[in-house]
């Protein structure tokens, strides 16, 4: 079992930066493929980034790319995102997921299905 609790959302204006980070439980975390995920109202959950386990890899939605870094430490068991120039559509409920599958094919990181383990999530608005 892994329980995951993220923080670090806010209100901020465009062109801010935030860093989201999210807690893990449990002596797996350095296991697991870490990713954020977001969800604006009306919309569906949408894939941010993810980063393996053992911190070699990291791959990122195009929205995001260049403005977002994922990161992880695993001797606190913790994971972050760093936000910058943040924009109004960047406004979202953030979770941190999860994996402990080993099958990389294809875009393997964007299924939710992937992921084992979902925090309940973090609020982050951008004003214009």
């Known amino acids: 079992q892994v329980q995951l609790v993220e923080s670090g959302g806010g209100l901020v204006q465009a062109g801010g930066s935030l860093r989201l980070s999210c807690a893990a439980s449990g002596q797996t975390f350095s296991l697991a493929d870490m990713a954020w995920f977001r969800q604006a109202p009306g919309k569906d959950r949408e894939f941010v980034a993810v980063?393996?386990?053992?911190?070699?890899?990291?791959l990122y939605a195009d929205s995001v790319k260049g403005r977002f870094t994922i990161s992880r430490d695993n001797a606190k068991n913790t994971m972050y995102l760093q936000m910058s120039s943040l924009k109004p559509e960047d406004t979202a409920v953030y979770h941190c997921a999860a994996s402990f599958s080993r099958r990389y094919v294809g875009n393997w990181y964007k299924g939710e299905s992937r992921y084992d383990y979902w925090g309940q999530g973090t609020q982050v608005t951008v004003s214009s």
């Open positions: 980063i393996t386990w053992s911190g070699g890899t990291t």
